[in-house]
């Protein structure tokens, strides 16, 4: 599909202690495997592979085979451990017990993890050992070839310890990459940005209407995050079914990878997406069966998925550098609240793209819109020439005044380069 990147939730031994079962039940049955999030068993920890998956060299192979096909691994770095994670025989010291010699279990309200446990960064003999043991798992999957980090919740972690961890790593491996998985307040999501994070989750996933869509991409093109925050769109994670997903079907599936894909330099996806997977827990923003109790196997030729458009898109987005980055956005007039309707430029200007989307998977949607004659200086009944890029087709547009017809059922947007007639392609 013309992805650059194959990103792994945790490789490693899974935990057997309060192990949980199918959608997340407090009783795991003997063939469930667990949640990957609760790290650890007598296999190994955190710079152990699952025995299922293979060995350390079946990883190199696969680590190899992606660099053939153009493709890098990241992992997730989660410091969390599950109750039998061998940290917690060798270094007790690390946790914080209670008077009856118990541990209390994740939470991220309200969320609970019944089977996993958290490290205690500031107990007496952490600082440095078990602040370094985390430092070297780093470096130990990136002396295996891994440059991205995407790392679980990072918010409720020491600001200090991240601080510390990135400039040592980088130190060592200057293009290490370190995504930030927080879903928080601003202030603590941009504080996390500035303290080294390369890159960072959005609210993107919950923006659905122009309005809050406008509003949010110009804080971070034109406030105070344009200068530090890298923000990365991704349309759904393991964690994450949102609610729009759930009930616009197969068109919604492509208005989101269209909005991603256009609107930020940094884009992903949870495997599943490009099925249009949308069956949710009622009233919940997860997914029923999840992936992250049970194991699933797909059929990636199944009638609707949208794999084509994907890769058409995905195409588009190497093949215009104004498509990477967030910046050099600037959104115009649509007369539909309906569409969505901007334009993507390098700084010199020599690759603009406009863009219109529809935000409605229901219903076709007209809309005139501007054609920013203007940012060349150039009159309200000028001419451009335009290569329509979703149907490799050059025509032109006279006048600012133009009108575009959107349809859900084929594709609800729509991608133009521009230039002025003459100019050289």
Same mark, same amino acid.
């Given at each position: 599909?013309?992805?650059?990147?194959?990103?792994?939730?945790?490789?490693?031994?899974?935990?057997?202690?309060?192990?949980?079962?199918?959608?997340?039940?407090?009783?795991?049955?003997?063939?469930?495997?667990?949640?990957?999030?609760?790290?650890?068993?007598?296999?190994?920890?955190?710079?152990?592979?699952?025995?299922?998956?293979?060995?350390?060299?079946?990883?190199?192979?696969?680590?190899?085979?992606?660099?053939?096909?153009?493709?890098?691994?990241?992992?997730?770095?989660?410091?969390?451990?599950?109750?039998?994670?061998?940290?917690?025989?060798?270094?007790?010291?690390?946790?914080?017990?209670?008077?009856?010699?118990?541990?209390?279990?994740?939470?991220?309200?309200?969320?609970?993890?019944?089977?996993?446990?958290?490290?205690?960064?500031?107990?007496?003999?952490?600082?440095?050992?078990?602040?370094?043991?985390?430092?070297?798992?780093?470096?130990?999957?990136?002396?295996?070839?891994?440059?991205?980090?995407?790392?679980?919740?990072?918010?409720?972690?020491?600001?200090?310890?991240?601080?510390?961890?990135?400039?040592?790593?980088?130190?060592?491996?200057?293009?290490?990459?370190?995504?930030?998985?927080?879903?928080?307040?601003?202030?603590?999501?941009?504080?996390?940005?500035?303290?080294?994070?390369?890159?960072?989750?959005?609210?993107?996933?919950?923006?659905?209407?122009?309005?809050?869509?406008?509003?949010?991409?110009?804080?971070?093109?034109?406030?105070?995050?344009?200068?530090?925050?890298?923000?990365?769109?991704?349309?759904?994670?393991?964690?994450?079914?949102?609610?729009?997903?759930?009930?616009?079907?197969?068109?919604?599936?492509?208005?989101?990878?269209?909005?991603?894909?256009?609107?930020?330099?940094?884009?992903?996806?949870?495997?599943?997406?490009?099925?249009?997977?949308?069956?949710?827990?009622?009233?919940?923003?997860?997914?029923?069966?999840?992936?992250?109790?049970?194991?699933?196997?797909?059929?990636?030729?199944?009638?609707?998925?949208?794999?084509?458009?994907?890769?058409?898109?995905?195409?588009?987005?190497?093949?215009?550098?104004?498509?990477?980055?967030?910046?050099?956005?600037?959104?115009?007039?649509?007369?539909? %609240?309906?569409?969505?309707?901007?334009?993507?430029?390098?700084?010199?200007? %020599?690759?603009?793209?406009?863009?219109?989307?529809?935000?409605?998977?229901?219903?076709?949607?007209?809309? %005139?819109?501007?054609?920013?004659?203007?940012?060349?200086?150039?009159?309200?009944?000028?001419?451009?020439?335009?290569?329509?890029?979703?149907? +490799?087709?050059?025509?032109?547009?006279?006048?600012?005044?133009? +009108?575009?017809?959107?349809?859900?059922?084929?594709?609800?947007?729509?991608?133009?380069?521009?230039?002025?007639?003459?100019?050289?392609?």
């Amino acid at each position: 599909m013309g992805f650059d990147t194959l990103y792994f939730p945790p490789i490693h031994p899974i935990g057997r202690v309060n192990r949980k079962g199918r959608n997340n039940s407090l009783k795991a049955q003997a063939d469930e495997p667990g949640s990957p999030y609760a790290i650890g068993a007598a296999e190994g920890g955190h710079d152990a592979i699952h025995p299922e998956l293979g060995t350390l060299e079946d990883f190199r192979r696969l680590r190899d085979a992606a660099r053939a096909h153009g493709l890098e691994l990241a992992l997730d770095f989660a410091i969390q451990c599950a109750p039998d994670h061998p940290w917690l025989k060798e270094h007790p010291d690390w946790f914080s017990w209670r008077p009856d010699g118990s541990l209390r279990y994740a939470e991220n309200p309200p969320k609970k993890y019944e089977d996993i446990v958290n490290v205690d960064f500031y107990a007496d003999a952490a600082i440095p050992d078990l602040w370094m043991a985390l430092r070297d798992v780093v470096i130990f999957w990136r002396k295996e070839g891994v440059r991205s980090f995407r790392v679980d919740n990072p918010h409720t972690k020491p600001f200090s310890f991240w601080e510390w961890l990135i400039k040592d790593v980088q130190a060592r491996f200057p293009d290490t990459i370190f995504l930030s998985e927080a879903f928080t307040q601003p202030k603590i999501m941009n504080h996390l940005a500035k303290i080294g994070f390369t890159q960072s989750y959005t609210y993107f996933t919950w923006r659905t209407a122009k309005a809050e869509l406008q509003a949010y991409l110009i804080e971070l093109t034109q406030g105070p995050p344009r200068d530090f925050f890298r923000p990365h769109f991704f349309v759904n994670t393991p964690d994450i079914n949102p609610f729009f997903l759930q009930r616009s079907g197969r068109a919604g599936f492509l208005i989101r990878a269209a909005l991603a894909t256009t609107l930020s330099g940094l884009w992903g996806m949870y495997s599943g997406f490009e099925l249009c997977e949308a069956a949710p827990i009622p009233g919940r923003e997860e997914y029923l069966d999840s992936e992250k109790y049970q194991l699933r196997q797909r059929d990636f030729s199944q009638p609707g998925n949208i794999i084509r458009e994907i890769t058409q898109l995905n195409q588009l987005r190497r093949e215009n550098p104004a498509l990477h980055s967030h910046l050099g956005l600037s959104f115009h007039n649509a007369f539909n %609240d309906q569409v969505i309707y901007f334009s993507k430029t390098t700084p010199g200007r %020599d690759n603009v793209i406009l863009v219109a989307i529809s935000l409605d998977p229901f219903h076709a949607q007209d809309a %005139d819109i501007e054609v920013p004659l203007w940012t060349w200086g150039q009159p309200d009944d000028a001419a451009l020439d335009v290569t329509d890029l979703l149907h +490799h087709h050059r025509f032109v547009w006279t006048g600012k005044r133009q +009108h575009i017809h959107l349809e859900p059922t084929t594709l609800p947007y729509a991608i133009w380069r521009i230039r002025p007639l003459g100019a050289q392609p």
